[in-house]
């Protein structure tokens, strides 16, 4: 069956403007989560959506959002962008129960200039 | 609050030789634990997991990972690598806290498994 479907791979913005994220989990799996990759800070969690409700959110700044649709497709906003929000984004989805393991995506390379 | 430490930022091996990834997490509580592989400018790949059980957990590819409770340990291992195994590999855990209903991973930062010829 198919992956996690993240899109765009790759975006460039601006400092100041504002930037959203795709996220298309597996098929049937209703549990997303997003994670920030930067050589500096690792690999850190962002939230996780479970049937359109945010249900854990981690230690980042309001300029971070997300939302989850009835049909598992998330998305996440970044506003205000800072040149330290150039990161990879990497999406996962779990199925139920959630502890078997994420399947990630193959992240968006945001770079912001 | 959980952590994983992943103390070799990066390990050197020949080809063939047996490689040993140390991964070691901060709570006592019941955890989930996790090792991912990433190769360069992709996502992250589910290697292996421990959830409950046997303590010894195995990959497809030859990787294996112990859980030792009493050392709050995960290490993963293999007895012969291959150039292909060239890669950034992460530890991860997951509380089981509320029933395990939160998906929340904490990573390790990462051990860069470099195979020589």
């Known amino acids: 069956k198919a992956g996690v479907t993240q899109t765009p791979r790759y975006l460039i913005k601006t400092r100041g403007q504002q930037v959203t994220l795709s996220c298309s989990p597996i098929?049937?799996?209703?549990?997303v989560s997003w994670y920030q990759q930067t050589p500096g800070q690792g690999l850190q969690f962002l939230f996780e959506?479970?049937?359109?409700?945010?249900?854990n959110k981690g230690n980042f700044p309001g300029r971070f959002s997300g939302r989850q649709f009835s049909n598992s497709r998330s998305e996440m906003n970044v506003s205000t962008l800072e040149l330290g929000d150039s990161a990879l984004y990497l999406c996962?989805?779990?199925?139920?129960?959630?502890?078997?393991?994420?399947?990630f995506g193959s992240g968006t390379r945001l770079t912001v200039v | 609050a959980q952590s994983v430490t992943q103390l070799d930022s990066q390990v050197p091996v020949f080809e063939e030789a047996p490689v040993e990834l140390r991964c070691n997490y901060s709570?006592?509580?019941?955890?989930?634990l996790f090792w991912y592989v990433q190769y360069p400018n992709q996502g992250l790949q589910l290697l292996l997991k421990y959830l409950s059980g046997s303590t010894l957990v195995e990959s497809i590819n030859g990787f294996e990972a112990e859980f030792n409770k009493s050392q709050t340990s995960f290490h993963l291992r293999k007895p012969s690598v291959h150039i292909s195994d060239t890669a950034e590999y992460f530890c991860?855990?997951?509380?089981?806290?509320?029933?395990?209903?939160?998906?929340?991973?904490?990573f390790g930062t990462g051990t860069l498994l470099a195979v020589q010829p």
């Open positions: 709570s006592s509580v019941s955890v989930y």
């Open positions: 959506y479970f049937s359109e409700t945010q249900r």
């Open positions: 991860a855990v997951s509380d089981k806290e509320g029933g395990g209903a939160t998906n929340k991973l904490i």
């Open positions: 098929s049937g799996h209703r549990s």
């Open positions: 996962a989805s779990a199925g139920t129960p959630p502890n078997y393991g994420y399947t």
